[in-house]
């Protein structure tokens, strides 16, 4: 059992690990001051990789390519970066105990950490259907996404059935674009959800017509209003059909289930303040505990522009939270302060030849406008969502740069709109304006 000492501890190995540990490169630190300890295998890297690029079937991207921090253009920092920037990364390592009051980790080996700092960037682990009791969950080629050894599998199984039969269960950011992705493979794919439409907790119903007619377009089937309640396999242990829960069954070569995640926290617990399923966090990404941060998946953070506390499961969020959290580490230690960190919600997804992108909240009353004909071979439309009389929220699928940057500023300025008539017929023009 080996006992080791820094300044700082990161622990994760995800996307706020590796921006935390870029940003500390930048703001300057000591060689040996900071450890990054991960459970994975491989250094810090971009994860919505996994759902995209890495399942191509030509071209696919692989590591070293899309290590942190490229997906923000910055430098791809690969493990031997690590080593030349003076910091200790500690891989395969998975901590099983911490002791906050003491300033200690302790991993499955029994080797001990101990730190003065220690941001928590632990992310989200997916939830599996086997945690819910469904009947043959277990069986070979039920496959999750969420790290690059699930992607592997995921890979090695498209190579195996190939051309075969897959279910996908769910309708949000995974059900869609591994839908897509195993349509790309050439795969036989119907997608399974129990919600009206799919992206609910974004989409209007306007929104998500256009997208379930263009995956049909593609090929994809959708079934929607049941869920995946069995499971049956072959002699040799691999899914062979799906039963739902309305009495159909669907034969399954391969099954990819989507069904959301949660915050990885449990070895938190009882030791510091939580909030709407995270740990409880200042504008500055500090805990209820002393010299200990939580940022991406985990933080349940003050949402500055809507004055509420969210947790947010997204990679740009990932990305922020961390460089505050050590822009703030290192400004308090000189004595300063950085300002509040003031997010805007950002969301994005590329699937077949679509791309959107999402900003603000969307709540109140919605209109739709431009050209969401799923038919036409590049269709380019988007919503504003009002409340109060104000443009809180903006979405565009097909949008330029600029466009997709006019969308940011309308949802952080909230503008007031007249009639929704008149920004219907205004569309991305009104946010032009602004």
Not at 48 to 65: D, E, H, V
Not at 163 to 168: D, F, I, L, N
Request: proline content about 4%; glycine content about 10%.
């Amino acid at each position: 059992m080996a006992e080791k000492s820094f300044k700082y501890i990161i622990l994760g190995g995800g996307v706020s690990a590796g921006y935390a540990a870029k940003e500390f490169a930048n703001q300057g630190i000591k060689p040996g001051e900071l450890a990054v300890i991960s459970k994975e295998a491989v250094a810090p890297y971009e994860r919505p990789a996994l759902s995209k690029g890495y399942l191509f079937p030509q071209g696919a991207a692989r590591l070293p390519g899309f290590h942190c921090c490229v997906g923000s253009g910055g430098e791809k920092l690969l493990p031997e970066s690590y080593k030349q920037k003076g910091i200790e990364l500690i891989l395969s390592t998975e901590i099983v105990k911490a002791d906050l009051a003491a300033k200690t980790l302790v991993s499955a080996a029994g080797d001990v950490f101990k730190y003065e700092t220690l941001i928590i960037a632990t992310g989200s682990t997916v939830l599996r259907l086997t945690d819910f009791g469904v009947k043959g969950a277990d069986s070979k080629n039920i496959l999750y996404l969420r790290e690059i050894d699930d992607a592997d599998k995921v890979v090695e199984a498209i190579k195996a059935k190939k051309g075969g039969k897959a279910v996908v269960v769910g309708g949000g950011y995974i059900g869609l674009e591994l839908s897509a992705a195993l349509r790309i493979n050439d795969f036989d794919v119907t997608m399974v959800f129990p919600e009206p439409w799919c992206m609910p907790r974004l989409f209007t119903a306007d929104i998500a017509a256009f997208y379930e007619t263009y995956y049909t377009n593609k090929g994809v089937k959708i079934i929607k209003g049941t869920v995946a309640s069995g499971f049956t396999a072959h002699p040799n242990g691999e899914v062979n059909e799906v039963q739902l829960k309305d009495g159909r069954s669907l034969e399954a070569d391969i099954v990819i289930v989507g069904v959301g995640a949660k915050p990885l926290t449990s070895l938190f617990k009882g030791q510091v303040e939580e909030d709407k399923g995270g740990i409880k966090t200042d504008a500055f990404f500090k805990t209820s505990v002393p010299d200990v941060y939580a940022v991406g998946d985990v933080a349940t953070f003050p949402l500055k522009m809507y004055g509420d506390m969210r947790r947010v499961e997204h990679v740009d969020h990932s990305r922020k939270s961390a460089e505050q959290a050590v822009k703030a580490i290192k400004a308090a230690e000189a004595g300063g302060a950085v300002e509040e960190y003031d997010y805007l919600p950002f969301f994005y997804s590329r699937s077949f030849d679509l791309s959107w992108q999402f900003y603000g909240d969307n709540v109140g009353d919605s209109v739709l406008f431009g050209d969401s004909n799923p038919s036409n071979p590049k269709p380019r439309f988007g919503t504003y969502w009002i409340q109060d009389g104000k443009v809180v929220g903006a979405f565009m699928e097909g949008g330029s740069g600029d466009e997709n940057k006019a969308l940011a500023k309308v949802a952080k300025a909230r503008p007031v709109a007249e009639s929704l008539d008149d920004l219907t017929k205004q569309g991305i023009s009104f946010a032009a304006k602004i």
